[in-house]
């Protein structure tokens, strides 16, 4: 896989659960019309069928490429929907098959890469269809040995890296064919080893990242050869256990990504680790077990394919969770069953399939083209008057309270303020608790909240959602911190 809103916790689980069930709600209405299936099972309609894809991969001009596990082959699918199949069983047309790939990368030159697990070897799929093996079973003509890869990658400098599920290892294949081992199965040679890898990332200082099903950790492998356990079976060592992880991404800022059984966690450059999502999903009733595919797009919103679920998961730096796809697939009769990869574009497109439905699908980015909007993740300062915010003009969130003095308090929420914030364009609508898309943009919103004198002075965090109509797609404002007054 690949390579600013304020920390504020769960924010779609916060917030009585009022916050969270409107962004849901919101974001379930528009599902069907914001994923549609771009391969299915006959694959490119000429008669080379996809069967079993279990891995995925996008460039920058917006091409995906998957793999099919039993079909042996790979396609590409461009932007307009056109179809290649890209390779096949026969592999480079010599005595150099491919069979049960387990693996796809793509460079930004546009050099396509596959494992074939069975056929324990990898090839390069040039622009212009040139096919080469690059490692087989013995990559440095030594005693190392690839057996079973099941993942590859590539950095910004051309390097290859292949991982051996069942020689536990990873090999560096550099331009010139240069072929070196940079992991084996002593791990960081700390006692920490390293059994079954089954995903690999590179981040763009060429820092490689490795996940181990059965010793259940991963590892940072630097240029110099440092190997590093960054995450291991304790998880983030506070009850939350890391097992069986099978993929591994890294975001621009650096921040790793590793999934568990049910659930993931994000592991930060200082060596922090967070869980971001557990077994309860959106903690709306959509569950997430089983998670294969992981990947981030440039904004660290993460996405997340759960195998035994059949759904998708979007979660943000600020912990806000969204489900973004389910086994209803496209909501048009193209289902998915049993997730397995996912992808993510430059423009936060995301890229998921469907290991047995055969088929995968594109989840558009749901903050559409333009930039991330915010409320100044400040605390809003108090008004006395409402203000309207009129289309085009620009706006930050404001709050007061009206206490009843009994057992309840509304915060209220309305737009206003001299600084800078947020500006609407035509055809966008502003969403406030309870989420009631109003054309009236300043009319006031309540948020019903415990009355406890307690309360008073506490600060919690929201978000807005912003609603576009032409084309239709949901945009959620960066964290927008609450305190509550008298």
Request: aromatic share 6%; charged share 15%; net charge negative.
């Amino acid at each position: 896989m690949r390579s600013n809103l304020a920390s504020q916790g769960a924010l779609g689980r916060d917030v009585g659960g009022i916050v969270g069930f409107a962004v849901l709600a919101l974001a379930s209405a528009v599902s069907a019309q914001n994923v549609t299936q771009i391969i299915g099972p006959d694959g490119d309609g000429t008669g080379n069928n996809l069967q079993s894809p279990r891995g995925i991969t996008a460039d920058a001009g917006g091409n995906v490429y998957i793999i099919g596990h039993h079909s042996a082959n790979a396609f590409k699918i461009e932007p307009n929907g056109t179809i290649t199949e890209i390779i096949d069983a026969t592999g480079d047309g010599g005595i150099n098959i491919l069979a049960l790939p387990n693996g796809i990368a793509v460079d930004s030159s546009g050099n396509v890469f596959v494992a074939g697990g069975l056929s324990n070897n990898a090839f390069k799929i040039e622009p212009d269809g040139t096919i080469t093996e690059i490692i087989d079973v013995n990559p440095d003509g030594g005693g190392g040995f690839l057996i079973f890869p099941s993942a590859i990658t590539v950095d910004d400098a051309g390097n290859v890296y292949v991982a051996g599920e069942f020689t536990h290892n990873v090999f560096k294949v550099e331009p010139d064919g240069t072929t070196t081992e940079i992991l084996g199965p002593d791990g960081d040679g700390l006692g920490n080893e390293f059994t079954n890898p089954s995903g690999l990332a590179v981040d763009s200082a060429g820092n490689v990242y490795a996940t181990a099903r059965t010793t259940q950790n991963a590892f940072k492998v630097e240029p110099d050869g440092t190997v590093t356990q960054i995450i291991g079976p304790d998880g983030d060592g506070l009850g939350n256990t890391l097992g069986d992880p099978q993929n591994i991404t890294v975001s621009p800022a650096g921040n790793v990504y590793v999934p568990g059984v049910q659930n993931a966690f994000r592991i930060t450059p200082d060596g922090t680790i967070t869980k971001i999502i557990d077994v309860f999903g959106d903690g709306a009733g959509n569950g997430l077990i089983g998670p294969y595919g992981i990947d981030v797009d440039d904004d660290d919103n993460v996405f997340i394919s759960a195998f035994c679920t059949g759904n998708v998961f979007r979660i943000t730096l600020a912990g806000v969770i969204t489900e973004v796809m389910d086994p209803s697939g496209d909501g048009a009769g193209n289902t998915i069953s049993f997730p397995w990869d996912l992808a993510v574009d430059g423009q936060g497109n995301a890229y998921v399939v469907g290991n047995v439905s055969d088929n995968a699908f594109r989840i558009d980015s749901m903050s559409g083209s333009s930039a991330i909007r915010n409320g100044l993740g400040v605390n809003p300062m108090a008004f006395d008057e409402e203000t309207t915010a009129l289309i085009g003009s620009t706006w930050n969130t404001s709050v007061k309270t009206a206490s009843t003095g009994a057992v309840a308090s509304s915060v209220l929420f309305s737009l206003g303020g001299p600084t800078a914030g947020i500006t609407l364009a035509q055809g966008e609508l502003l969403c406030l608790p309870p989420f009631e898309a109003d054309t009236v943009i300043g009319d006031l919103h309540a948020l019903p909240i415990p009355y406890d004198m307690t309360l008073v002075s506490h600060t919690f965090a929201t978000q807005a959602v912003l609603i576009r109509t032409a084309p239709l797609a949901l945009q959620l404002t960066n964290a927008i911190d609450v305190t509550i007054g008298m």
